[in-house]
């Protein structure tokens, strides 16, 4: 069964500072993974993907995300965060068949402090 | 080019009524999916549709169903409602089956 971990549920953060938010996964085959951000009573906007191939991967506002196999690890990271990211931040995985049967993890809440 | 819509954006409803939630998805995507998020659950997968066919189903009850038009919007319905099923109700669609998915603001539906 295919599984998502986010083991942070709270990041704080200082404006410029670098982030890292952590996701691991379970899944039989290759992946598609993905990162969301939810701003308070707001819908998901997707920041990032990865299907296949290079396993850096770039994404809107700056972030990016490396897929590492070997570590069933797809980490989202920004070097600078500004006030405007605190949001909640959920790491996502699909399946070949269709990347519209998501099983997400439980969210990161990222505050940022000035 | 316009997004997901879903509507209503909020409802409030008693206990043992039903009730109706609309997406319209992205023009030419052909997938919508739902989702329910919850404080306790957080994101969990309804359904899925595909040029009017249910493909996959999460693990809800009989009482959520939905279906998908030939003009790819999407309803989903629950009925006889628990205070359990207040809950912010997202839609998703994407252009094909392995492409990224687009959500909705959702419709906030209340409980009482």
């Known amino acids: 069964a295919q599984s998502v971990t986010q083991p942070d549920i709270h990041i704080t953060v200082s404006e410029g500072a670098s982030l890292e938010l952590r996701c691991n996964y379970s899944y039989g085959a290759t992946p598609y993974l993905f990162w969301y951000v939810q701003s308070p009573g707001q819908g998901l906007q997707l920041l990032l993907k990865?299907?296949?191939?290079?396993?850096l991967v770039q994404g809107i506002k700056g972030f990016e995300a490396e897929f590492k196999r070997s570590q069933s690890s797809f980490n989202l990271r920004k070097p600078s965060v500004h006030w405007s990211d605190a949001a909640e931040y959920f790491c996502?995985?699909?399946?070949?068949?269709?990347?519209?049967?998501?099983?997400f993890g439980t969210g990161t809440r990222l505050t940022v402090i000035p | 080019k316009a997004g997901v819509t879903q509507t209503p954006r909020y409802l409030i409803k008693t206990r043992g009524q039903q009730v109706t939630l609309s997406c319209s998805p992205i023009?030419?995507?052909?997938?919508v999916s739902w989702y329910q998020q919850t404080p306790g659950q957080g994101l969990q997968f309804l359904f899925e549709?595909?040029?009017?066919?249910?493909?996959n189903k999460g693990n809800f009850p009989g009482r959520f169903s939905g279906r998908q038009f030939s003009n790819s919007r999407s309803e989903m319905n629950v009925s006889t409602l628990e205070l359990g099923d207040s809950a912010l109700y997202l839609c998703?669609?994407?252009?094909?089956?392995?492409?990224?998915?687009?959500f909705g603001q959702g419709t906030r539906l209340t409980v009482v």
């Open positions: 023009s030419g995507h052909r997938s």
């Open positions: 996502a995985v699909g399946s070949q068949t269709g990347a519209n049967n998501l099983f």
């Open positions: 990865y299907f296949s191939g290079d396993t």
């Open positions: 998703a669609s994407t252009r094909h089956l392995n492409t990224e998915a687009f």
């Open positions: 549709y595909f040029s009017e066919t249910q493909r």
